[in-house]
């Protein structure tokens, strides 16, 4: 299965400021996918990353609000911008590599908007 | 869309007994069905999964059942041990489209 180097791990943003996720993996993928998990709840999507085109938001989530790069088949980022309390949350990307290995997700970002 | 249905949300068990953990989707069309396990501060691992043409499969300790007619599947975990505690999620996928589970936090007391 791939491994999925996210970063950073955690941090604490003021308010009305704007943060930077990274997510790199080892091998390359088409797909690639941004969730948000909330305190104590389940993932919910954001978008879906391919490269070389935009990307694909869920309902709720505007690309204003959380815009995402996807550069090549191995790199990709999602920016959480004028961020609010509400925007505390983990991030985290995934990437299914070929059917056979299912969906790896990247170990998170632990926001906290202060 | 997909809508996934999943309990219990909480779970407790005594070391060596079973746990189950159910889940319901809506959409026909989904055709592949992963559980993922979540430790604190850790990212959702991938601990077993099943696609639509196969009734049933087990991993040691681990197996998923699914009922393609109900739209149901079932996580079973077998001789628990205290680090199986962890917040269980499942999910139900349609091209590239996954859909998760409330998530089940599952203790096991030692």
């Known amino acids: 299965s791939a491994v999925i180097s996210q970063k950073p791990s955690r941090d604490i943003c003021q308010r009305g400021t704007s943060l930077t996720i990274q997510c790199q993996v080892d091998s390359q993928v088409t797909m690639m996918f941004w969730y948000r998990q909330q305190p104590g709840q389940s993932l919910t999507l954001i978008a879906t990353?391919?490269?070389?085109?935009?990307?694909?938001?869920e309902s709720g989530f505007v690309i204003d609000k959380f815009p995402i790069s996807r550069p090549n088949l191995t790199f990709s980022t999602l920016t959480v911008s004028n961020m609010s309390p509400e925007d505390s949350s983990i991030y985290l990307c995934s990437v299914e590599i070929t059917s056979n290995y299912g969906y790896t997700f990247g170990s998170g970002t632990r926001l906290t908007v202060v | 869309g997909e809508n996934v249905e999943q309990h219990p949300s909480t779970l407790s068990v005594q070391e060596g007994d079973s746990a189950v953990i159910k889940c319901t989707y809506s959409?026909?069309?989904?055709?592949?069905f992963p559980w993922y396990k979540q430790e604190l501060g850790k990212g959702p691992q991938l601990i077993i999964d099943i696609r639509s043409n196969v009734g049933e499969k087990k991993d040691q300790r681990i197996a998923v059942t699914l009922n393609k007619t109900a739209k149901h599947f079932s996580l079973h975990i077998t001789e628990t041990q205290p680090e199986d505690s962890a917040v269980y999620f499942c999910a139900a996928t349609f091209n590239n489209d996954m859909r998760f589970g409330a998530g089940t936090r599952l203790t096991v007391k030692p």
């Open positions: 990353a391919n490269q070389g085109s935009e990307a694909t938001y």
């Open positions: 959409d026909s069309a989904s055709n592949y």
